[in-house]
């Protein structure tokens, strides 16, 4: 019903910057937020950004200042820039579109490896 297409991940030195991307087959503002998600090897998925649609983020303490998510509506894309990586970033990570409104649950992007080297 919704697609979902990460990319951007790969292996990077300890700070250094990668972004990320989640390209939706259908226009984000049908979804009421859109989030990044992380699973640590070994580790419980933790959420790391959030944006609604009024353009409002969040994100996780271990994050702020760090990271940016921003949105681009006509691409119906979200992206999250990862600056200043530290091997404690590495993990999977995964978009998350929250439809609940328009289609009933929540779409999940397939995980995109992001490894730090220190």
């Known amino acids: 019903q919704v697609q979902l297409m990460e990319a951007g991940g790969g292996l990077v030195q300890a700070g250094g910057s990668l972004r990320l991307s989640c390209s939706a087959s259908r226009n984000i503002f049908t979804f009421d937020s859109m989030s990044w998600f992380r699973q640590p090897p070994g580790k419980e998925r933790e959420s790391v950004a959030q944006?609604?649609?009024?353009?409002?983020?969040q994100y996780a303490d271990a994050v702020k200042g760090r990271f940016v998510i921003s949105r681009n509506n006509t691409a119906n894309t979200v992206y999250l820039q990862m600056n200043n990586l530290s091997s404690e970033d590495t993990g999977v990570y995964y978009c998350n579109l929250d439809g609940k409104t328009v289609y009933g649950g929540d779409f999940w992007g397939q995980g995109t490896q992001v490894t730090v080297s220190s």
């Open positions: 944006i609604t649609n009024n353009n409002r983020p």
